[in-house]
């Protein structure tokens, strides 16, 4: 398992486009994909459990991935925060 901390920079934090690209790219990964924000723990591969989160803009979230390609979808996963979602 791995975990690294990031922080989210787009504006307005992860909203419905932020979350649904998230789980949509977090899916096509086999890994088991937690996001961790103010003390709860969540599917990464949900986008409703992503907004129920309601993770602001510069905030820090977690994320924690378990599973043969987990070092490929964590460099992907950071790739897309880090972009802003574009």
Do not use: C, W
Not at 74 to 81: D, G, S, T, V, Y
């Amino acid at each position: 398992m791995i975990v690294e901390e990031m922080l989210v920079k787009n504006t307005f934090g992860f909203h419905l486009r932020p979350a649904t690209m998230f789980a949509a790219a977090a899916q096509g990964f086999s890994s088991d994909i937690k996001i961790g924000y103010n003390g709860r723990i969540v599917n990464g591969k949900s986008a409703i459990g992503l907004l129920k989160l309601e993770i602001k803009e510069r905030e820090v979230i977690s994320i924690q991935i378990d599973g043969e390609d987990e070092t490929e979808a964590m460099k992907a996963l950071i790739q897309l925060i880090n972009r802003e979602f574009i």
